[in-house]
C-alpha cells in the first residue's frame, strides 16, 4: 500500500471513498466531517440526527454522495467517547475502517485527520492513522494459492491536509515514520508466519543478511565451530538434537558517533522448539515455529532503525536454532559450561531460551554496550501472569525500565514489571552446577529472568518476556490474530526516544 500526503479541500479530492471521523455522543458533525457535512446537503448530520449513526468506538457507516462532492462515498467512523479517545484508540479506529473499505473492494482511500476538538499533535496523530491501516490490513498469504488473485486490497492511503496548515511537514513526517516502522512489523511477522521448514536458522541468517545488505548494516553469522572456539557450549547444546545448523546472528547498524557506546538488542532464535527431551504436549505444538518471535522482533527494529537514519549505533544479537529430541539431543541431567564459565545444570530441556539468551548475552559484553535488552518468547508462567497482550519486564536498570515504559504507553505495546528479589535466587541454584536451568513453576518468570541477570554483568539491562502477545488466537483492532510484530514498535520508539534526549544534552 503507497501512503501520500496531500493538500487540498476534501470535497475536491478525487478518490472511491473519504474517511472521516465522529465522536461518540456529539450531536452534530466535527471537524471534516462538518465540512462535509456541509457539502453534501447534511447527510451526515441526518445520520446522526437520526440515530442511525452514534460513533461508537470502530463503528462505521457509508453515506453516498450523489453528485455533490467528487468522492461518491464517506466513510465515518466511530471515535468513541471524546473524554476516552488517545492515540491507541486512533490506531483501532483507522485499522476497523481500512479492512471494512477493503471488505467493500475499495482499492484508494482519503482521509482527514480533524477530528474537531479532540486533537493531538500532528505528527503523532498522523503516525498513529498510517500505523493503524498499514498494520490491520496484514494478511500472511505466502502459501495461499486458491482465490489468490481475487483478495481484495488497498492500493493507496491519502491523507488531506489543509494546504495553509502549518504541520504540514509534520503529517508528512508522521507518515513516512509510520511506513517505515509498519513495513518492520510486516518483515517480523513474516519471519514469525513462515513455517520451520521455510525458517530454519541458516534461512533467518540469510533473511537478516539480506536486510543487511539492502541497507548497509553490518551483518556475520557465526557457525557452530565459530561459537564453540568462543565456548557457548550452553547455546550449541540446545542445538545438539537439530539437523540444523545453529547460527549466532549479528547485525551492526551504525547511526551514532563511532565512539558512542551502543544499545544492543539480543533476541531469542528459537525457529522451532518442541522442548527437546523434555517434550512438549502435540497440541498447538504447530505454534511454536513462533519461538523465534524476539530474533523476528530484532531484525526489524535493526532495518527500521537504519530507515529512520536514528543517530545511534545499534547492534542486534539473535541466537537461532532449533529445539529438538534425537540421538545427539541434550539431556536432563546435563551440565552445560557457559561462555561465561558459569555452569548450567539441565534440569528440563524445554527451558531451552534461558540457555541460548546466557551465551548471547555474554557476547554482548564484548560491545561494552550503553544498555543491553533481550527480547523473548521466553516463559509460559508470563502468559498465567499477565495473559496474552502484555509483555513482562524485568531489568537492573531503574531508568532503563522508566525509558521502556514511557515508549510502551506511546506505543499501546503495554510492559508490566515484575521483580527481581534476590530471595527468588534461592529457586534457581544446583546441588552439582554454579545453577540449574529452571526453578520450577512458582514464579517461573522471575527465575528465568534471574538466570539471564547472571550474563549481563554490570551493563544496564531490561529482560521483555513477549510469551503472551507475540501469537495471538484472536484479532485485536490493528493485530489480525497470528504472529504481531510485538516488540518492534516498543523498541523503535525507546531508540527514538533514546535519540531526541542525546540530542537535548549533546546540543
Not at 179 to 200: N, Q
Request: aromatic share 6%.
Amino acid at each position: 500500500m503507497d501512503i501520500t500526503v496531500k493538500t487540498g479541500g476534501l470535497a475536491d479530492f478525487d478518490c472511491k471513498i473519504l474517511l472521516v471521523g465522529h465522536f461518540e455522543g456529539s450531536k452534530t458533525p466535527e471537524g471534516a466531517a462538518h465540512l462535509l457535512d456541509k457539502k453534501c446537503d447534511g447527510l451526515i448530520g441526518e445520520l446522526i440526527e437520526e440515530g442511525d449513526f452514534t460513533g461508537e468506538l470502530y463503528s462505521s457507516s457509508v453515506v453516498y454522495t450523489g453528485e455533490s462532492i467528487r468522492s461518491r462515498r464517506i466513510m465515518i467512523a466511530g471515535l468513541g467517547k471524546k473524554e476516552e479517545f488517545n492515540l491507541e484508540r486512533l490506531r483501532g479506529v483507522f485499522s476497523k475502517a481500512a479492512q471494512k473499505i477493503r471488505d467493500l473492494n475499495i482499492t484508494n482511500l482519503a482521509a482527514s485527520l480533524d477530528f474537531g476538538e479532540a486533537e493531538f499533535p500532528v505528527r503523532e496523530t498522523a503516525q498513529a492513522a498510517v500505523e493503524g491501516a498499514m498494520l490491520g490490513l496484514y494478511r500472511f498469504t505466502r502459501y495461499k494459492t486458491l482465490k489468490k488473485d481475487k483478495e481484495s486490497r488497498i492500493d493507496e492511503l491519502t491523507i488531506i491536509e489543509n494546504p495553509d496548515s502549518s504541520g504540514l511537514e509534520d503529517v508528512r513526517e508522521g507518515a513516512e515514520t509510520a511506513e517505515i516502522i509498519s513495513r518492520a512489523v510486516y518483515c517480523a511477522r513474516d519471519l514469525v508466519s513462515t513455517p520451520s521448514t521455510d525458517m530454519t536458522p541458516g534461512i533467518l541468517a540469510e533473511r537478516a543478511g539480506d536486510i543487511a545488505k539492502e541497507r548497509n548494516l553490518k551483518f556475520e553469522a557465526l557457525d557452530e565451530p565459530a561459537m564453540k572456539k568462543l565456548g557457548m557450549n550452553a547455546l550449541l547444546g540446545v542445538a545438539r538434537g537439530s539437523a540444523e545448523e545453529a547460527k549466532l546472528i549479528l547485525l551492526e547498524y551504525n547511526g551514532g558517533k563511532k565512539d558512542d557506546r551502543p544499545v544492543v538488542l539480543v533476541g531469542k532464535g528459537i525457529t522451532f522448539d518442541s522442548g527437546g527431551i523434555s517434550i512438549k504436549p502435540s497440541e498447538k505444538m504447530d505454534e511454536m515455529k513462533s519461538d523465534m518471535s524476539g530474533g523476528a522482533a530484532v531484525i526489524g527494529t535493526i532495518k527500521a532503525a537504519a530507515e529512520l537514519k536514528i543517530p545511534l549505533n545499534v547492534v542486534g544479537i539473535i541466537p537461532a536454532t532449533e529445539n529438538l529430541p534425537g540421538g545427539r539431543a541434550y539431556k536432563p541431567g546435563d551440565i552445560l559450561e557457559t561462555m561465561s564459565g558459569l555452569t548450567i545444570e539441565v534440569k528440563n530441556t524445554d527451558a531451552e531460551g534461558r540457555l541460548i539468551l546466557a551465551d548471547a548475552l555474554t557476547f554482548a559484553g564484548r560491545y561494552s554496550p550503553a544498555a543491553i535488552i533481550d527480547i523473548a518468547t521466553l516463559t509460559g508462567a508470563c502468559v498465567v501472569a499477565l495473559g496474552d497482550y502484555l509483555t513482562g519486564m524485568m531489568g537492573t536498570d531503574s531508568d532503563l525500565k522508566e525509558k521502556i515504559r514511557n515508549a510502551s504507553d506511546t506505543t499501546g505495546e503495554k510492559v508490566w514489571e515484575l521483580p527481581l528479589w534476590h530471595e527468588y535466587d534461592e529457586l534457581i541454584k544446583s546441588d552439582v552446577a554454579d545453577i540449574k536451568n529452571t526453578g520450577g513453576r512458582a514464579g517461573g518468570t522471575i527465575t528465568a529472568a534471574l538466570l539471564l541477570k547472571r550474563f549481563v554483568n554490570d551493563y544496564p539491562w531490561v529482560h521483555l518476556d513477549i510469551a503472551g502477545p507475540a501469537l495471538l488466537s484472536k484479532d485485536k483492532p490493528y493485530i489480525p490474530k497470528g504472529a504481531s510484530g510485538v516488540g518492534v514498535r516498543l523498541l523503535i520508539q525507546f531508540l527514538m526516544d533514546r535519540s531526541r534526549a542525546s540530542n537535548v544534552s549533546n546540543p
